[in-house]
């Protein structure tokens, strides 16, 4: 495996690949990661056998942090995840400074649409899918992949690139990864090293509250009676009683992350974000 910082590196390294499978990460790895860099060495490997290269990005995009964010604090293992990166199929590690990708002030940015990037968590977090947008798309036009995976718990995240790279032409495959799940049923996130042995014991809380959501909504729809709006609220209301700070307990539309008001026919999704202490957590559910 090779080790690259610039972009000069990056493409002597890749040159002749012929295919290349792309796995964009912000480091601190778990085994979430890990999924996605052995369904990117898989889908390298049977798209073509002969010649294909996997990359790894890790890079802590400061644009996607607010400004009362941890991206001072937020965990840097870099010679860990490239050992990690290593044992699971990983051929080049792309690793460049602020310097390297942003060698001057970013002026021209990705400005995603306000219907699928104001909503949600980026209602939460102003900017954060511009930020999101702005990297991942310097990222595509660097590493030139065929193949980009991303994990599906980040849900918005993955609808927001999927969008893009549709209107934008881009000629990449973009995979969704299924959530990795502690067996406890908490989503494996790089942020869950923030919480306490305790906080860690409650953090499954707010998956059992989207299955809670789910089974509920689903039942509803079954019988013609789902009100959606009282069962967010119950779900909240159930989270702030066990003392978290919740930003959102949702049901939405698959398609578009619209709203549902009533009995809907289509693919649902469950979301959630709430904080737990100091530290924040995303978890979601397709119904």
């Not at 890990?34 to 390298?44: H, K």
């Not at 909240?236 to 009995?263: C, E, F, K, N």
């Amino acid at each position: 495996m090779q080790i690259v910082h610039t972009l000069a590196d990056l493409r002597r390294a890749l040159h002749g690949a012929s295919l290349r499978a792309f796995v964009p990460t912000m480091g601190n790895l778990h085994d979430g990661h890990l999924d996605l860099m052995r369904l990117a060495r898989a889908e390298a490997d049977r798209r073509s056998p002969q010649g294909a290269k996997t990359v790894a990005s890790i890079f802590v995009n400061r644009l996607q942090f607010g400004p009362n964010e941890d991206f001072d604090t937020y965990p840097r293992t870099f010679e860990r995840d490239c050992e990690l990166l290593k044992a699971n199929g990983c051929d080049v590690v792309f690793a460049p400074s602020e310097k390297d990708l942003y060698p001057e002030p970013q002026g021209f940015k990705v400005h995603p649409p306000a219907e699928l990037a104001d909503i949600l968590e980026g209602a939460f977090r102003p900017g954060f899918f511009e930020g999101v947008s702005t990297v991942v798309h310097k990222l595509f036009n660097i590493v030139q992949p065929d193949v980009a995976v991303f994990g599906k718990k980040d849900y918005q995240q993955l609808m927001v690139i999927r969008r893009m790279v549709q209107q934008m032409a881009l000629p990449i495959d973009i995979i969704g990864s299924e959530t990795r799940r502690a067996e406890d049923g908490l989503a494996l996130s790089s942020r869950n090293g923030y919480l306490s042995a305790e906080e860690r014991a409650e953090a499954v809380q707010l998956s059992m509250a989207l299955k809670g959501l789910a089974a509920a909504a689903r039942a509803g729809n079954a019988a013609g009676t789902l009100d959606v709006a009282a069962l967010e609220t119950a779900a909240m209301d159930t989270l702030r009683q066990r003392g978290w700070a919740p930003d959102y307990i949702t049901l939405r539309r698959q398609h578009d992350l619209s709203p549902v008001s009533g009995p809907c026919a289509e693919p649902l999704v469950v979301l959630g974000a709430a904080k737990l202490g100091k530290t924040r957590l995303i978890d979601n559910l397709e119904v």
